[in-house]
């Protein structure tokens, strides 16, 4: 059963908060954190990835502005994933197994996804990640 816009909104928001609680708890969020993988990834089932998904494409569609490429591939990888898989498996993107692996699939989102709410409602909480490049433009080029 498809959920609704206003319910993916929710699960948004309730999900993008728990993380962000998690960074503001706990600073960086690591991949191994059970209560993100215990507390949300496990939890999520075909339709509840696709009104998120389908919400942050359509987010991102009617405005430019939010988001990078790079969360565009995300969204668009785990929609493609849940195409092609979804008929077989009621949790696509928590399949670890012989012949495939969504589990990264879902964990970019999960980040995609918050880091796309905080953007949308203007808060500045990154995870801090160090790896990431962080550097702007006038950083890089004018000294």
Known sequence: MKIST???IELIHRISEHLNQIIKDSG???INNKLI???VLHQLENEHWRGILETRDLLC???PLIGTFAHRAAITSALATLDKYETYYDKVLDIRNAKMNNKP???K????????YCEACGIDLPNADSS???STFGELFDG
Do not use: F
């Open 61 to 63: 569609e009617q405005n």
């Open 6 to 8: 206003p319910q993916s």
């Open 109 to 116: 989102c999960t980040m995609t996804m918050r880091e796309l």
């Open 132 to 134: 990431r490049v962080t």
């Open 28 to 30: 960086q969020i690591q």
């Open 105 to 107: 699939v879902a964990w």
């Open 37 to 39: 993988w215990n507390a």
